[in-house]
């Protein structure tokens, strides 16, 4: 028995080691010309301005109503950066735990530490109102294509077409304000063809009322993250409040479902997807592919690395190392991932084939080639444009993120003698759109220092902890990343940087420049432009060689942006004509709905299920000893007594979604909440440029299982009861 045992085993590797050689194989010698695009290439995130009535019914047999979608769309909310839900109808809302760390950071008490222990609100007054959050509601929708199309068409040239469009959707934002009393954005679908003004009802009071521990919340840290199996207690509950200090009433909620939903159900995420370019040309894409993912994926990828190989070369600082990499693996694990499938041969192929069926709707009919047959050669050629001068955007600027303090301190040294240089009116004129370019954008690369700079700012240039090691790792990989972007023969590469690699390049740089520590730093900005300009420090002499570069780079930037917008723009109007409301326009963080069914899938030579349980977070958990990030809470360490282990906590299913759908509510049919969304797997990723849905899945926290955390782990009856109930007691 034993040895049957040994040869199947034997021949069942054997299979699996002929099925990954000959997908390799295959992956590496597709003939593009025979490789087709699929009905679902460009995913299926419906808007709620064109409801997929007729679509529902001939997929599921569901014949949804338009009472369906209005209920759908006002149970749903947006709160920030994420998506969100009413759960009751006295105001209760759920979100993500990972959605909702800042508001536990804002009500937590001195003393208190709501990431270790979590938090419950034992009665209605303990609930803890959230400072400065919002939560809005859909409330309005209004099309107004014409009214931005006609200001549109009547400019003479691209930038003029571009800025009379803009103007007339700022227009149209502040007279529906006005009117409404509403928040209202004007937002655009199928690349600017499209245009509906959205009004929110926007809620101010905001307070918290469940969220669990932060081990529990984002359990397997960052292992974990974009994978599946999953175990995250991923949750957060929260409820608004009206003028008078009471909580709301509202008509609209998703009524809760203590009994989940089964392998091949039918469900709905409702949320607010952030972006996706799967409408994108494949000029664009191969574009994105070249140079911004190239770019994004070199940094992150070098960095991710280096900071680990560096915890053994510094090990006082492998803490501070792991800490950083955490800080940004999420962006890691996607840029990566997503660039991996852009340089996917077959995936491309779907998308030239896409292409190439709507190229053939064009070009046979002699109306639309005249009006459209030119949309996909100027695109081209814009990006063909943009090749010449990016990179070089990239390789000159520098920001705190990846960029290593010297070219930070370089940068900042220029900028700022530059910046004195200029009479008092300019110097005004470009602090204000300096400050409006930097908004939301914490290390922003430029200038916005209003014409001083600060202790704070030369502190944060040349910290007390500067960490020379990590400062020289960094440059490496800033030299490599420039070279890469400019080429070997550049110029400005050749004069700073030679033939040498990054390694060698960044150890001359630095014993050459005058950043010794940060007295010698702050002494250098106490000289007067002039003498900054002049110094021998081989970081100043770089800014100072390609500053003179970068604002011509930019206006021409932007004048091959004003051309490709417009043509991009006539491209949706192609997709809309062509295909209607049968493509579903790219996210753009409106309210979106996603169709999907309960469905496990194949991954590592196995099956994943389409549900876990507390019997495989314990797995873990034991597994790995109760070692981080597989540890748990104090609460949960014993398994309470009263918790079935059978119970499910996480599950997949084939819905469409991306970032900003963290948050959506998972619901059945009936419009009953059987799930919250959290993530995607890691073949979910591919989903910025194209949907797949053999393999493409949302992972979500089960309703069951936070109904049976929260009533037999927490004992929150309260909120278990209000849950079950659609009410407060």
Same mark, same amino acid.
Request: aromatic content about 12%; hydrophobic content about 35%.
């Given at each position: ?28 010698? @597709? ?6 695009? !699929? ?43 994420? +998506? ?27 003393? /208190? ?28 929708? *209004? ?17 003029? #077409? ?35 003004? =959205? ?43 009206? &003028? %008078? ?44 592919? $070249? ?13 991710? #690395?280096?900071? /680990? ?10 803490? &501070? ?22 340089? $996917? ?11 190439? #069926?709507? !190229? ?18 100027? @695109? ?7 090749? *010449? ?46 400050? !409006? ?14 014409? +001083? ?26 030299? $490599? ?55 021998? &420090? ?8 390609? $500053? ?24 949706? =109007? ?11 326009? %790219? ?68 819905? &469409? ?28 990723? !591919? ?22 955390? @929260? ?15 659609? #009410?407060?007691?």
């Amino acid at each position: 028995m034993k040895n049957l045992l040994s040869v199947k085993r034997y021949l069942r590797m054997s299979l699996l080691l002929i099925f990954v050689f000959t997908f390799q194989f295959n992956a590496q010698t @597709i003939n593009p010309d025979t490789v087709k695009s !699929q009905k679902l290439d460009t995913g299926k995130m419906w808007t709620f301005e064109f409801p997929p009535f007729d679509y529902l019914e001939k997929t599921y047999g569901f014949r949804a109503t338009q009472e369906w979608f209005d209920d759908v769309r006002l149970s749903a909310l947006r709160v920030p950066g994420c +998506s969100a839900s009413f759960v009751s109808e006295d105001g209760l809302i759920m979100t993500n735990n990972h959605c909702s760390r800042g508001t536990r950071r804002l009500v937590q008490k001195e003393g /208190e530490d709501l990431a270790i222990t979590g938090f419950f609100a034992p009665t209605l007054a303990d609930e803890r109102k959230v400072p400065n959050y919002t939560a809005e509601q859909l409330v309005m929708l *209004k099309d107004v294509t014409k009214e931005v199309l006609d200001a549109l068409k009547s400019g003479k040239n691209e930038k003029e #077409k571009i800025d009379l469009r803009d103007a007339k959707m700022s227009e149209l934002k502040d007279q529906y304000e006005k009117e409404t009393k509403l928040k209202c954005d004007v937002v655009s679908y199928y690349n600017g063809s499209l245009f509906f003004v =959205q009004g929110f009802k926007t809620y101010t009071d905001v307070r918290l009322v469940f969220q669990p521990e932060e081990q529990m919340g984002s359990y397997g840290g960052d292992p974990d993250n974009f994978t599946y199996p999953r175990y995250d207690l991923d949750c957060t509950f929260l409820r608004i409040y009206g &003028d %008078d200090g009471k909580p709301i009433k509202t008509d609209h909620y998703f009524k809760w479902s203590t009994e989940g939903a089964a392998a091949g159900e039918l469900v709905f995420t409702v949320g607010n997807p952030g972006s996706t370019n799967r409408l994108r040309t494949v000029a664009q894409l191969e574009y994105l592919r $070249d140079v911004t993912y190239r770019n994004n994926a070199f940094q992150l990828d070098n960095l991710y #690395k280096k900071l /680990e190989q560096l915890k053994s070369v510094n090990p006082k600082m492998a803490d &501070d190392y792991e800490r950083a990499r955490l800080a940004f693996s999420n962006s890691w694990k996607n840029i990566v991932n997503t660039y991996k499938a852009l340089n $996917d041969p077959y995936l491309i192929a779907r998308k030239k084939d896409f292409e190439k #069926k709507l !190229q053939k709707v064009v070009f046979s009919n002699p109306e639309l080639n005249k009006e459209y047959g030119h949309v996909w050669k100027t @695109i081209e050629t814009t990006r063909d444009e943009l090749r *010449k001068i990016e990179p070089k955007l990239a390789a000159f600027s520098a920001n705190q993120q990846y960029s290593s303090r010297y070219l930070q301190i370089g940068n900042a040294l220029v900028a700022y003698a530059k910046y004195q240089m200029l009479p008092e009116d300019k110097k005004k004129e470009l602090e204000e759109a300096q400050t !409006q370019r930097n908004a939301g954008r914490p290390g922003a690369p430029r200038g916005g220092f209003g014409g +001083s700079v600060s202790q704070g700012f030369r502190d944060m240039l040349f910290p007390d902890n500067f960490d020379s090691i990590l400062e020289e790792a960094k440059l490496e990989i800033n030299i $490599d990343y420039m070279i890469m972007n400019l080429g070997k023969n550049d110029a400005v590469a050749t004069k700073f940087f030679g033939n040498k690699s990054g390694k060698d390049a960044a150890k001359d740089l630095i014993s050459k420049s005058l950043f010794k520590d940060k007295a010698a730093v702050q002494e250098l900005f106490k000289k007067t432009p002039q003498e900054i300009l002049a110094l021998e &420090d081989p970081f100043v002499e770089f800014f100072v060689k390609v $500053d003179p570069q970068i604002e011509p780079l930019r206006i021409k930037q932007r004048e091959i942006m004003d051309t490709e917008n417009v043509a991009f723009g006539l491209l949706g =109007q192609i997709l809309y004509k062509t295909y209607g409301t049968s493509v579903t326009p %790219d996210a753009n963080r409106t309210l979106r709905l996603s169709d999907g069914v309960m469905k496990g899938y194949e991954y590592n030579g196995t099956i994943a299920p389409v549900k876990t349980t507390f019997f495989g977070m314990y797995d873990r958990f034991y597994g790995f000893e109760g070692k981080y990030p597989f540890n748990l809470p104090e609460r949960w360490k014993t398994i309470p007594a009263d918790l079935d282990l059978s119970t499910p906590v996480n599950h997949v299913s084939t819905n &469409d979604i991306v970032g900003g759908n963290s948050g959506s509510p998972v619901i059945n049919k009936n419009a009953e909440v059987i799930g919250l969304a959290f993530d995607g797997n890691i073949e979910s990723l !591919q989903g910025n440029f194209i949907y797949l849905p053999s393999h493409n899945r949302t992972v979500s926290v089960d309703s069951k299982g936070m109904y049976e955390a @929260i009533k037999n782990v927490y004992k929150f009856d309260r909120l278990a009861e209000e849950l079950k109930n659609g #009410k407060m007691k």
